[in-house]
């Protein structure tokens, strides 16, 4: 009997590939634009506007993570923290009133907004390194039994 799971590694794959796509996605967007005569823009807040995409990739790597009984801690990690710093970037947005443009986004109450989204892109980079390794221990088929 083979050790490798097919749906295992398609969990594992697709939950990575969810998870890269809104880091890359404004990277190849400012790219394009630059290599059409513009300058290379990059729009900062994509990924937090991806936040289903990163939520539907990380609950398959953590699915995929407990099957195999690898890189559960990373995973689960990784989507914790991304989830709890969006929703402190976002919940400050709103109490201070960036969100809704009372205030001058240049005030030092922007600090926690921006602190709290530079958390959540390296927590869904965390999720998408880790999502790579436990995809190649997967298909190198060197983890414990499949559930």
Aim: proline residues 3%; charged residues 10%.
């Amino acid at each position: 009997m083979s050790t490798k799971n097919p749906f295992t590694l398609f969990l594992a794959a697709a939950g990575t590939v969810l998870t890269a796509i809104p880091l890359l996605l404004p990277l190849f967007f400012g790219l394009r634009n630059a290599l059409s005569g513009g300058r290379f823009l990059v729009d900062f807040l994509m990924p937090a506007e991806l936040f289903l995409v990163v939520l539907a990739g990380g609950v398959l790597l953590v699915w995929a993570a407990l099957r195999v009984r690898r890189r559960t801690t990373w995973m689960t990690w990784s989507l914790s923290v991304a989830v709890c710093s969006l929703a402190l970037s976002t919940g400050a947005a709103v109490i201070n009133g960036q969100a809704s443009g009372e205030i001058d986004p240049q005030q030092a109450s922007w600090i926690v907004s921006l602190a709290g989204l530079g958390l959540y892109l390296l927590a869904v980079l965390a999720l998408t390194v880790g999502g790579g390794l436990l995809t190649r221990d997967v298909f190198r088929g060197g983890h414990a039994r499949e559930m």
